[in-house]
């Protein structure tokens, strides 16, 4: 598969919800039981294209794309605080994963994290996830209270 990676523009915020919300309903909502369901759900309502919109008009936020021709097929986001950066999303559109794209994604967005002298990395991952991560060499700092997501973190080396 020819699969190019790109910085995000503006005009992107459309396709780029619904990479999110078809991958987070059809990959990620099925590892998640009916104690939590509710949470994840909740958690997309408020997830809409206005806000997707919103973290691209954002400075402190970094977005790639990886595309497959002009089809958009996955997404990495990268937040910023002082030295501390959180991988805010990272989706692969159902039908691509398993083709290294998520493991890409991450990779150039490391690279971009530690470019900005980034000690830190954070995310909130899905239940689904966790072993995904952690083999990218996150830690796990358990599940957040509500039992829907653990909290990872990655220590970087500053180039
Ligand atoms: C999790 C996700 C981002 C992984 O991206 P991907 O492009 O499918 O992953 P890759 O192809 O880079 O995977 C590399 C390896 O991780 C494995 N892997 C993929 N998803 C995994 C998961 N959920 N749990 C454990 N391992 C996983 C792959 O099998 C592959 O293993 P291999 O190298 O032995 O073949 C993607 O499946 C996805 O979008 N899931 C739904 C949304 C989601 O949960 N996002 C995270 C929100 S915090």
């Known amino acids: 598969m020819n699969i190019e990676f790109e910085k995000a523009k503006l005009s992107d915020y459309k396709e780029?919800?619904?990479v999110m919300e078809t991958s987070a309903r059809e990959i990620s909502r099925?590892?998640?039981h009916k104690e939590v369901v509710d949470t994840?759900?909740?958690f997309y309502v408020e997830k809409t294209t206005d806000y997707i919109k919103q973290t691209l008009e954002n400075p402190n936020n970094h977005t790639i794309?990886?595309?497959s021709g002009?089809?958009?097929?996955?997404?990495i986001q990268l937040k910023v605080n002082k030295q501390t950066g959180t991988i805010s999303h990272l989706y692969i559109l159902p039908?691509?994963?398993g083709n290294s794209v998520g493991t890409q994604l991450f990779k150039r967005i490391k690279v971009k994290a530690m470019q900005l002298?980034?000690?830190k990395l954070m995310l909130e991952s899905t239940l689904n996830a966790l072993s995904y991560y952690e083999r990218l060499g996150f830690k796990n700092n358990g599940l957040i209270p509500d039992?829907?997501?653990?909290i990872l973190e990655m220590e970087l080396e500053c180039v």
Request: hydrophobic residues 30%.
């Open 16 to 18: 780029i919800h619904t």
């Open 30 to 32: 099925k590892s998640y």
């Open 40 to 42: 994840f759900d909740k």
């Open 65 to 67: 794309l990886a595309k």
């Open 70 to 75: 002009e089809r958009i097929i996955g997404f």
């Open 95 to 97: 039908g691509y994963e």
């Open 117 to 119: 002298n980034i000690n």
């Open 147 to 150: 039992g829907s997501a653990y």
